[in-house]
């Protein structure tokens, strides 16, 4: 069953901040969220992550809820590379894998 | 940061023959190792979870015989397809689970296209 939701695509002007939704409304206390987003014909590169509060670091910001039943995760100036799909994925603390969902194809233009 | 290589990038072969395909981590030990596979403009979905010393773990509906994974190294795990054919062409992905462990990332190689002819 899929723990998370995102928009399917979204587009985002060069030099603008993105902004990429995330739902996980059946979130457990012990679930953190993960971003990786990965371009096409790439592995997936991993960008941020955090339990319940915001995180930044030099790639993006993670956005939590105060109910951490949704995040945003934001790329402040958006460049042409960031063109990717974004997957938002909830992963058990200390389990192992990953599954992944659709993710957003985001398009970056110039 | 931690890094993941896979080898080769790309593979072509004809109906019937194997293919091996490794993946190492480069400056890291990685107890673990888990082996993805996506199919053009799909998900990642998850093979198999590869164990350092022991038999690896298949998700239901992989299998066993037929994608053999052997992680005789803290730094190596190989996916062998066995007999492929072109149904099992993919785009086929692994990644390590960092050495910090707990709640820390893992990393990803950049992948092998695996074509089947």
């Known amino acids: 069953d899929a723990k998370t939701t995102q928009p399917t695509s979204m587009d985002c002007a060069e030099g603008r901040a993105a902004n990429l939704p995330c739902n996980h409304s059946?979130?457990?206390?012990?679930?953190?969220v993960y971003w990786y987003r990965q371009i096409h014909s790439q592995g997936p590169q991993y960008i941020i992550h955090g339990l319940k509060n915001n995180e930044t670091n030099e790639m993006a910001s993670l956005i939590i809820t105060e109910d951490r039943k949704s995040s945003t995760l934001i790329l402040p100036h958006a460049t042409l590379r960031d063109t990717a799909v974004y997957y938002c994925?909830?992963?058990?603390?200390?389990?192992?894998?990953?599954?992944f969902g659709t993710g957003t194809r985001l398009t970056v233009i110039p | 940061g931690a890094v993941v290589s896979q080898h080769p990038s790309w593979v072509i072969c004809k109906s019937g023959t194997s293919v091996k395909i490794e993946c190492r981590s480069l400056d890291f030990q990685a107890t673990t190792m888990f082996w993805y596979r996506q199919f053009p403009k799909q998900s990642l979905m998850l093979m198999a979870t590869?164990?350092?010393?022991?038999?690896?773990?298949?998700e239901q509906g992989v299998e066993k015989d037929k994608f053999l994974i052997n992680h005789a190294s803290l730094t190596l795990s190989t996916l062998t397809v066995t007999s492929a054919h072109p149904e099992d062409s993919s785009f086929y992905i692994c990644?390590?689970?960092?050495?910090?462990?707990?709640?820390?990332?893992?990393?990803f190689g950049n992948g092998t296209r695996l074509t089947v002819t």
């Open positions: 059946t979130i457990s206390g012990n679930e953190y």
């Open positions: 994925i909830v992963r058990e603390t200390g389990a192992n894998n990953l599954f």
């Open positions: 990644s390590a689970k960092s050495p910090r462990g707990g709640n820390s990332p893992l990393h």
């Open positions: 590869s164990n350092e010393g022991s038999k690896a773990t298949y």
